[in-house]
């Protein structure tokens, strides 16, 4: 993965969606902005605040990320971090157009830019180059072909449109799939697994999710000696619960956790909209009353 400026990064990264496997896509013919927002936690505190926004029109997408590390992490680190994605969803998965990154913190900063067209990476930039390291697994062109950049991968369609009535039984297929990530500098696979269909009532969201365990498998790009690569692809406690959205294909992330080297990290929503318009109990939006 891109994150080589220390914990600060690696933080953003899980919060920016890289712990992957967020969204589902609305049904083609739907249009409107679905936005979620998130506390991000370590071992129990807060440590900062993130944003999904997902703008949808006929079949093309256009989603931002943005994320920051508050209180005493914000101040040891100044971690923060915005990503961007545009493209179309072609048949059973998105075909990404344009992916950018940038997260800064108090080490370094990163940005990476991408053209994509048909799975195939058109153009890369990234600012600042990578660091060679003799263990660094060599990114060929056929790691950059048949892939998704990390936020086009949010994007996760089933083949169902959501009801009250369909919810639990759909929700299984959404945990089925293997995404190809190639964030600029990494090829990576996360694989998501059906675990259980569950009901939440939390601040931000009540209601059905799909809960999704998670498995990450390194490919190229990494450094293979690295402790840290061998800690997550060993790592079993990984999961991400879907929020299901009535009337569309499209679910949303409720909650993300990732076991880190030094803990349990977790994004929790504390807000889920549509057109601004917050979710109830029946995964719909609940309108005001006069």
Same mark, same amino acid.
């Given at each position: 993965?891109?994150?080589?400026?220390?914990?600060?990064?690696?933080?953003?990264?899980?919060?920016?969606?890289?712990?992957?496997?967020?969204?589902?896509? *609305?049904?083609?013919?739907?249009?409107?902005?679905?936005?979620?927002?998130?506390?991000?936690?370590?071992?129990?505190?807060?440590?900062? *605040?993130?944003?999904?926004?997902?703008?949808?029109?006929?079949?093309?997408?256009?989603?931002?990320?943005?994320?920051?590390?508050?209180?005493?992490?914000?101040?040891?680190?100044?971690?923060?971090?915005?990503?961007?994605?545009?493209?179309?969803?072609?048949?059973?998965?998105?075909?990404?157009?344009? %992916?950018?990154?940038?997260?800064?913190?108090?080490?370094?900063?990163?940005?990476?830019?991408?053209?994509?067209?048909?799975?195939?990476?058109?153009?890369?930039? $990234?600012?600042?180059?990578?660091?060679?390291?003799?263990?660094?697994?060599?990114?060929?062109?056929?790691?950059?072909?048949?892939?998704?950049?990390?936020?086009?991968?949010?994007?996760?369609? *089933?083949?169902?449109?959501?009801?009250?009535?369909?919810?639990?039984?759909?929700?299984?297929?959404?945990?089925?799939?293997?995404?190809?990530? %190639?964030?600029?500098?990494?090829?990576?696979?996360?694989?998501?697994?059906?675990?259980?269909?569950?009901? $939440?009532?939390?601040?931000?969201?009540?209601?059905?999710?799909?809960?999704?365990?998670?498995?990450?498998?390194?490919?190229?790009?990494?450094?293979?000696?690295?402790?840290?690569?061998?800690?997550?692809?060993?790592?079993?406690?990984?999961?991400?619960?879907?929020?299901?959205?009535?009337?569309?294909?499209?679910?949303?992330?409720?909650?993300?956790? $990732?076991?880190?080297?030094?803990?349990?990290?977790?994004?929790?929503?504390?807000?889920?909209?549509?057109?601004?318009?917050?979710?109830?109990?029946?995964?719909?939006?609940?309108?005001?009353?006069?």
């Amino acid at each position: 993965m891109l994150g080589r400026s220390g914990w600060s990064t690696a933080c953003l990264r899980a919060s920016a969606g890289a712990s992957l496997a967020l969204v589902a896509f *609305v049904s083609q013919a739907a249009a409107g902005t679905v936005e979620a927002r998130y506390d991000i936690s370590l071992m129990g505190f807060k440590i900062g *605040v993130a944003t999904v926004k997902a703008d949808i029109d006929g079949d093309r997408y256009d989603l931002s990320i943005w994320a920051k590390l508050t209180g005493l992490a914000g101040v040891m680190t100044s971690g923060k971090g915005a990503a961007t994605a545009t493209g179309s969803l072609d048949g059973s998965r998105p075909a990404p157009g344009t %992916f950018a990154i940038t997260t800064a913190g108090s080490e370094k900063s990163i940005t990476v830019r991408m053209a994509m067209s048909g799975g195939t990476v058109q153009a890369l930039e $990234v600012n600042p180059q990578i660091e060679p390291h003799p263990d660094r697994i060599a990114v060929t062109d056929a790691h950059r072909r048949n892939v998704l950049d990390p936020v086009s991968a949010l994007l996760m369609p *089933v083949s169902a449109t959501l009801s009250r009535t369909n919810a639990a039984s759909v929700s299984a297929n959404a945990c089925r799939r293997t995404l190809p990530i %190639f964030d600029g500098a990494a090829r990576y696979d996360i694989s998501l697994t059906p675990r259980t269909v569950r009901t $939440v009532n939390g601040n931000g969201y009540q209601g059905p999710v799909a809960v999704c365990d998670v498995r990450y498998s390194a490919i190229a790009g990494h450094r293979a000696n690295r402790k840290v690569t061998k800690f997550m692809e060993e790592n079993r406690d990984m999961q991400v619960w879907l929020a299901p959205l009535a009337g569309t294909r499209l679910f949303m992330p409720y909650r993300i956790a $990732v076991r880190t080297p030094i803990g349990l990290s977790e994004i929790e929503a504390t807000s889920l909209t549509m057109d601004g318009v917050p979710l109830g109990r029946d995964m719909s939006p609940v309108r005001a009353q006069n």
